[in-house]
Every structure is written in structure tokens, then in C-alpha cells.
């Protein structure tokens, strides 16, 4: 009784595990296609990939040191840009203005995507624009940055990926991390078939084990009937014999009373 209800623990279990297995493996899939898809329609509207709200952007040029060096790749995030904060330091002197929030906007003129700090904020008969510059330039941008043209907010620099010399391609960075979902997935998917296999294995251990157990149960009662039998039989026997023995005697008895 207690092995069955091992024996049943167990199976609830292990077809827990594999329902979670599954749902991991199909989330992973999801997350892939997600990745996948965002990527394309990025690559497409020639805008860097944004998962999640978080995109990862190679930085190639000095004009951001010493905050940000060249060759470095960060990490920014979409923003609300009434939530974009200008430096509090003198606009002329740009030294003055670390405290300002980095962003990162797009310039339509030079057709590129450009990470640098507010200095100021202003408004003129379109309405309001970031004032912006490098931290390692001199001249604030020329461009007025309107809200409609920041595309993120600077997070970090992500030192480790520096190990990328000379830059690589943003879509290429999410689709090697689509690459090590795909793994994972994979992996689980391997993992998941796996266990299938080796509790289909153990099950069926544990069922020719519970036959020959019931097996040598059988041999067991089998041989103990047998021995039951033969003690009967020796019984019987003597039995026969000692009646046989007393209705001797008994006739032995009547002739000598003759």
C-alpha cells in the first residue's frame, strides 16, 4: 500500500515537472518570436530594436567622453520626455552641466541616431526642444531635439561587452541573444525528453520489479501449499497407520477372549 502511494506521489510529480517544462519552452518560443519580430520591424523603420522598452546601441565616436568612451556600447530605455532633465549648469560652459540626462535622438539631417545630455530646455513657436551637446565638445548641437525625435533615455555602459572591437551590428547583438533563447529552449526541450524517457525507464524497472515480486510471492505460497500438503499427507498417514495398528490389536484382543 505505502509503494503505490509512492509510487503515485512520484507520478504527480514528475507530470508536474513536465507541464512546467512545457509552459518554460513555450514562453522561451514566444520570447524568441517577440525578439525575432521586433528586430525585423526595427531593421525596417531603421531604428535600433527595442525589447522590453530596452534597446543596446554601439557608440563610435569621442563626444560623449569622458562619460561614455568611443567603442563602447550602452544601454537606454524609452522615455516619457516630460520626465527628461535638463543640467543645471551654465549653458556656455559645458563642464558644468554633468547632471543632466544623456539621450538619445535621431537626426534627420545626417540620418543617424545620437547619444548626448540635455544642457537646456527651451521653447519657441513650435513649442519646446532640448538643447543637447557632447561632453567632450565645445558647441552645443545645432539641431533643436523636439520630443517627437528622442527615442531614449541612457541607462549604462555595458563594459562587458567591449570585447567587440570595432562595433557590431545592433541587430546582430539580439539576434545572438535570440540564438541563446533558441539554446535554452532546446535544452529544456532535451531535458524535458530526457526525464520522459528516464521515468518511462524507472516505471517500467519498478514494474518488473512488482512482477517478480509477485512472482516470488507466487514460488513462495506455491511451495508452502506443497509443504502443507505433504505434512497432511505424512499425517494422514500415520494416521492410517495407527488406526490400522489399533484395529490389530483390537482383533488380538477378541481371540484371546475366545
Known amino acids: 500500500m505505502e509503494d503505490m ?3 503515485s506521489s512520484k507520478a504527480k510529480k514528475t507530470k508536474k515537472s513536465t507541464i512546467i517544462g512545457y509552459i518554460v519552452s513555450i514562453l522561451c518560443l514566444l520570447l524568441c518570436l517577440y525578439i525575432t519580430i ?3 520591424v526595427a ?3 531603421n531604428r535600433p530594436p527595442r525589447i522590453f522598452n530596452i534597446s543596446i546601441s554601439y557608440v563610435p565616436t569621442e563626444s560623449m567622453e569622458p562619460t561614455i568612451n568611443a567603442g563602447s556600447y550602452v544601454m537606454f530605455t524609452g522615455v516619457n520626455q516630460d520626465n527628461i532633465k535638463a543640467g543645471s549648469g ?4 559645458n563642464h558644468d552641466n554633468k547632471d543632466g540626462d544623456i539621450i538619445v535622438y535621431y537626426n534627420q539631417k545626417e540620418d543617424k541616431f545620437i547619444i548626448h545630455r540635455v544642457v537646456g530646455i ?3 513657436n513650435e513649442g519646446r526642444y532640448f538643447i543637447t551637446w557632447g561632453d567632450n565638445n565645445v558647441l552645443t548641437d545645432e539641431l ?5 525625435m528622442v527615442y531614449g ?9 567591449s570585447i567587440f572591437s570595432g562595433g557590431v551590428n545592433t541587430n546582430l547583438i539580439f539576434f545572438i541573444l535570440v540564438g541563446i533563447f533558441v539554446i535554452m529552449i532546446a535544452m529544456q526541450v532535451i531535458q524535458v525528453v530526457l526525464k520522459n524517457k528516464t521515468d518511462s525507464v524507472k516505471k517500467k524497472a519498478e514494474l518488473d520489479k512488482e512482477a517478480l515480486r509477485e512472482e516470488l510471492k507466487k514460488q513462495i505460497l506455491e511451495e508452502e501449499i506443497a509443504k502443507l500438503k505433504a505434512k497432511n499427507a505424512e499425517l494422514s498417514k500415520k494416521n492410517n497407520e495407527l488406526e490400522s495398528k489399533e484395529s490389530i490389536e483390537s482383533n488380538d484382543n477378541d481371540i484371546k477372549e475366545e
Open 90 to 93: 551654465s549653458i556656455s560652459e
Open 144 to 148: 533643436k531635439v523636439r520630443d517627437n
Open 38 to 40: 521586433e528586430v525585423i
Open 5 to 7: 502511494k509512492d509510487t
Open 122 to 124: 527651451e521653447e519657441d
Open 43 to 45: 531593421n525596417t523603420n
Open 153 to 161: 533615455k541612457y541607462v549604462t555602459t555595458l563594459g562587458f561587452m
